[in-house]
């Protein structure tokens, strides 16, 4: 926490970290706001082409953010330390909007069934309508296909969006187009090729 201020663990390692996946993520993922100064590369770069900044043998990957999404953080120990780290309502969010940062797209819809019960819908829905209406559109189908009622979805559902986005935004551009939610479904068995 002491190389960017403020940060938050987060991501795949906030998933790991809240029991949300079974991965062990080999790099520790950082939210910051995009005003706040990061270390940049050091050497580390993975298969993906990743950089990574390495302190004492552990790689940490910066995401910086706009400063007004940087919420949804609480305080946890860890081992001997106490670091700001993701919340799981928060954390699954970011899965949905930069899932390259959490396994894939799929284990993002995974931690969501992992959360199930647990779910905390006012405060997913809360966080969802304060970060872009494509992250939003996105939550709102998930939490549909896992059968939460229309109703419990109208501030989602109700919320103006121009075109159609990828369910899956580092998937293909192809797939079926679910009109209320304005998100073209594109996920693997369902892409229709």
């Known amino acids: 926490m002491a190389l960017a201020r403020p940060s938050a663990i987060s991501h795949w390692s906030a998933m790991h970290h809240h029991g949300l996946t079974e991965q062990i993520p080999r790099r520790v993922f950082v939210l910051t706001p995009l005003d706040v100064p990061v270390p940049r590369f050091r050497g580390h770069r993975d298969a993906g082409g990743a950089d990574g900044f390495s302190v004492a043998g552990t790689i940490y990957q910066f995401v910086q953010t706009k400063r007004e999404w940087f919420f949804g953080t609480e305080q946890v120990w860890i081992g001997e330390a106490r670091v700001a780290i993701t919340d799981p309502e928060r954390t699954l969010l970011d899965g949905l909007s930069r899932p390259q940062y959490c396994g894939d797209f799929s284990e993002s819809l995974h931690a969501f069934e992992v959360r199930g019960e647990r779910l905390d819908l006012s405060r ?34 109700g919320l103006p969006i121009v075109g159609y986005r990828n369910l899956d935004p580092s998937g293909p551009r192809r797939g079926p187009y679910n009109r209320r939610w304005m998100i073209r479904v594109n996920l693997p068995g369902r892409t229709g090729s």
């Open 124 to 157: 997913i829905i809360d966080y969802a309508l304060r970060l872009d209406v494509a992250t939003a559109k996105r939550l709102g189908w998930v939490l549909e296909e896992s059968g939460v009622l229309p109703n419990k979805l109208r501030a989602l559902a």
